[in-house]
């Protein structure tokens, strides 16, 4: 029977694990609703934008956009969005593989080439040697949209020079807490709606700019791309916190149930020990009569 000091040091141990997990689990339900606030108030705000790029473009004619020009797809970019700490079940894990199944649907030397939100995921795609160009440190200790804004405007200016012919954002779209999705987004060239859904539709009524059309554009088009850099960080951010709070409401409860069965384990074992002490008390005393 398993010594009875091994077995209370190691129900010690498991209570320890047990409050860990659940007050991280407290921490994560806290940041978890502003999280998913964020997220998810944006949401109608990228989804509109789109559509009045959308409108504009179809309106420019013969001219187009240097961010809506597509040109051979030779060299892709990918933005991967993970988490700086683990303990959130499988949230990086799932993005560091759909990120290794992108570059396996992009064969050859530097068709593609990594960008990183997260430490997990520059570790991940280090450890693997997959080219990381962009390592993006400290994104979660100031989560602005002034920030991602200097990180859009340094790979949009990189598209437009030919550094790059697309950038992808990959990232775990916020279903719930215990539901994330992988997203694969092409950001540049910018996809638009086919002509005929929404704002997009062609009319007959003549629309006077002021500023031009170009002129709106050149502005809308580098907002579009930090807005849907800035979505993907707080989908990334909201699905970060649901994974944890799950991973570690799960660790808690495992953490209680293994409690359960070391103390009755513990009971059987003292049961045991009580047991074989009366055995040898009474054969002592049987001797002597």
């Known amino acids: 029977m398993a010594n009875l000091k091994a077995i209370r040091k190691r129900i010690q141990g498991v209570r320890g694990t047990l409050q860990l997990t659940r007050a991280m689990k407290l921490v994560a339900a806290a940041k978890l609703r502003r999280a998913q606030e964020n997220a998810v108030s944006l949401r109608p705000y990228a989804a509109n934008l789109i559509d009045v790029i959308g409108n504009l473009a179809a309106k420019l004619g013969e001219e187009e956009h240097p961010l809506l020009a597509r040109r051979p797809e030779k060299r892709a970019l990918l933005l991967c969005y993970t988490s700086d700490r683990g303990l959130c079940g499988a949230f990086n894990l799932n993005v560091g593989r759909a990120a290794e199944e992108f570059f396996r649907q992009h064969p050859g030397e530097g068709a593609v080439t ?57 990232y775990n779209w916020f279903r719930s807490a215990g539901a994330q999705r992988i997203t694969l987004k092409r950001v540049l060239p910018l996809e638009l709606p ?78 045991d020990t009580i047991t074989r002490d009366l055995m040898d008390i009474v054969g002592g005393a049987e001797a002597l009569r």
């Not at 160009?133 to 400290?138: A, F, L, M, T, V």
């Not at 007959?204 to 791309?225: C, G």
């Not at 807005?227 to 991973?247: K, N």
């Open 114 to 170: 990594a960008a990183v939100i997260g430490k997990k995921g520059n570790e991940y795609l280090s450890r693997r040697s997959y080219p990381v160009s962009h390592y993006y440190k400290d994104m979660f200790a100031d989560i602005s949209f002034d920030r991602i804004s200097r990180i859009g405007n340094e790979l949009t200016a990189e598209f437009l020079a030919g550094d790059h012919d697309s950038l992808y954002v990959l």
């Open 194 to 271: 086919p002509t005929g859904d929404g704002l997009v539709a062609q009319d007959q009524v003549e629309h006077i700019f002021e500023p031009s059309k170009r002129d709106i554009l050149d502005t809308l088009m580098p907002m579009y791309v930090n807005i849907s850099l800035y979505q993907a960080l707080l989908e990334s951010v909201a699905s970060e916190m649901g994974a944890r709070m799950t991973a570690m409401d799960n660790a808690t409860r495992n953490a209680g149930e293994l409690i359960a069965k070391l103390t009755l384990l513990y009971n059987k074992a003292r049961q």
